[in-house]
């Protein structure tokens, strides 16, 4: 398993475990997938441009919008 760039991570609302630092400085690694703001619309609500990016649970019911830094790839690679 290889950390990668967050930027490379796909962005097709597919779950990947990603790395994120929160606001108490805690390196935080989660399940977590990236919502555009197309398809949240899709799902219903009042959604804007600052809703799309990735979204975690942080506990049993409670999701979370996230800056992860990383994500964690399957495949072999350099790091």
Excluded: F
Excluded at 50 to 61: R, T
């Amino acid at each position: 398993m290889a950390r990668r760039p967050i930027d490379t991570a796909p962005k097709d609302g597919s779950k990947v475990e990603v790395c994120w630092t929160d606001r108490d400085g805690q390196e935080n690694q989660s399940v977590a997938h990236y919502r555009s703001l197309e398809r949240l619309r899709m799902a219903g609500g009042d959604w804007d441009e600052a809703d799309a990016g990735w979204w975690a649970y942080i506990d049993g019911e409670t999701q979370k919008k996230i800056s992860p830094h990383s994500w964690i790839s399957g495949e072999e690679g350099d790091e």
